[in-house]
């Protein structure tokens, strides 16, 4: 943003300028949200809003607080679209999250230039799971905002992003690049277009669209360093190790937060960078230690799934235990997550903890049973996975050959054939020449011996 576009967002009123900041997962939310409560007191949808900024964050202590500010809005809503809003934070807050997305959609409808109400109902289904809804919901938007619209930008870069979960590369990137040509803080465009990149295989374009684009990550929040982290992952592929630990040190990591979404970061790329046999030092007690305070949120099985991870990854077999028993036999903080819990999130925990058992065959086994429902813990394409790696590992060090082979050649086939992970470890199966001595032999034939860092 140059400094007469800064100026021009300056004068606007608080809430479009909060909207703003929103929808660019910029630094200064936080302070302009403060700020629309402080100049209007009274506003159901400053107090709507908050409640369902907080509810984002998915963080057990802050779960009260959201029903409590979202009852307020309640209280002040004086009907309409202003009280569907209400309901949606009121809904959102108490865990009713599908219901809360419908409210939105209501919202959307009587004000198609809702691009607030539109981003939360976008976060909200990514949050699901839902990539199918979050497709419908943002093509509906698109198609009746005005093509001037100032936030129009920023709805294509939910619009990349959602084509892209979908499968649909070719289009998403596309709608990418027109997002981030139109407005220059869209960090969700530039994110989507990544994500076309990793889905994809192309290592060499993915460097070049972030590290030329570095400058539009400096208004962000924590979201920054999730771009960063998919730029370790594309110097990963490139076998620039040296690069991925700078990253991860210099912009991933660099701010300890216990925010899930950077423990899922840094653990995610930790566990990557371990399958293929880097050490990365003492670099996982500090999210271990930050995941064991956690371990009783519950609020959300994609977290759960990372502390589960970070834990491990430190050798905390006991939380990390603890953890995955309370995913198969205790409810979810929030109701919606139970279904995800029980259809993915306890087998793929208990995965996890078979495998740093060195119980590869039990672990494959686990990882397996959930596999096809893992979309239900919420997040990307990308960030789950880790967990379809882990999947593949475990068949390699259980000797389960056919398995393994069918799971990499899917992977290379999704990737135009360029996937270093399922490449090299393809490579190593067929030329194996120790296949006569069992599965022994073939974990043999895959270790790797890279340098320590």
């Not at 910029?26 to 100049?39: H, I, N, R």
């Not at 135009?416 to 006569?436: E, P, Q, T, V």
Request: proline content about 2%; glycine content about 8%.
């Amino acid at each position: 943003m140059n400094d007469t576009d800064m100026q021009a967002t300056e004068t606007l009123p608080i809430e479009a300028r909060l909207t703003e900041a929103f929808l660019a997962h910029a630094k200064e939310t936080p302070l302009l949200l403060q700020q629309w409560l402080d100049a209007a007191p009274l506003s159901a949808r400053a107090h709507a809003t908050k409640a369902l900024m907080l509810t984002l964050l998915a963080r057990k202590e802050l779960a009260p607080v959201a029903q409590e500010v979202s009852a307020t809005a309640i209280s002040l809503a004086g009907g309409g679209t202003e009280m569907a809003y209400a309901e949606a934070a009121s809904m959102a807050a108490h865990g009713a999250w599908w219901a809360a997305t419908d409210k939105l959609e209501q919202v959307i409808t009587a004000e198609p230039d809702n691009t607030l109400a539109a981003k939360m109902s976008h976060a909200l289904r990514f949050m699901l799971g839902d990539r199918s809804g979050m497709l419908r919901s943002i093509e509906r938007v698109i198609g009746r905002l005005s093509v001037t619209h100032v936030h129009r930008g920023f709805m294509l870069g939910c619009h990349a992003f959602a084509l892209e979960e979908n499968g649909e590369y070719g289009r998403a990137e596309a709608v990418g690049i027109e997002a981030v040509e139109r407005e220059a803080r869209d960090a969700w465009g530039l994110h989507a277009v990544s994500h076309v990149h990793e889905m994809m295989g192309r290592t060499a374009d993915g460097i070049r669209w972030i590290e030329g684009r570095e400058a539009r990550i400096g208004h962000c929040n924590n979201f920054g360093g999730h771009l960063f982290w998919h730029l370790a992952l594309f110097k990963l592929e490139a076998g620039a190790i040296g690069e991925v630990f700078e990253l991860y040190d210099r912009k991933i990591r660099h701010e300890q937060t216990d925010d899930f979404r950077d423990i899922a970061n840094g653990a995610s790329l930790l566990m990557r960078l371990e399958l293929d046999g880097y050490d990365v030092g003492n670099r996982w007690e500090e999210l271990a230690d930050k995941a064991e305070t956690r371990i009783d949120d519950r609020s959300l099985v994609f977290a759960d799934l990372h502390y589960v991870l970070a834990l491990l990854g430190a050798g905390r077999r006991k939380p990390a235990n603890l953890l995955a028993r309370s995913l198969a036999s205790e409810p979810a903080r929030n109701a919606v997550q139970n279904l995800p819990a029980d259809r993915a999130g306890r087998s793929c925990a208990e995965g996890l903890v078979a495998y740093a058992s060195g119980q590869t065959g039990r672990a494959l086994e686990l990882l397996l049973e959930g596999r096809n429902q893992r979309l239900l813990v919420g997040g990307s394409n990308a960030q789950r996975d880790v967990f379809e790696q882990v999947t593949i590992e475990a068949a390699l060090r259980s000797g389960n050959d056919d398995i393994a082979r069918r799971l990499l050649t899917e992977r290379l086939q999704a990737r135009n054939g360029h996937n270093r992970f399922a490449g090299d470890r393809l490579h190593k199966m067929m030329s194996s020449k120790s296949r006569a001595s069992g599965p022994l032999g073939l974990v043999a034939s895959l270790a790797f011996s890279p340098p320590a860092h």
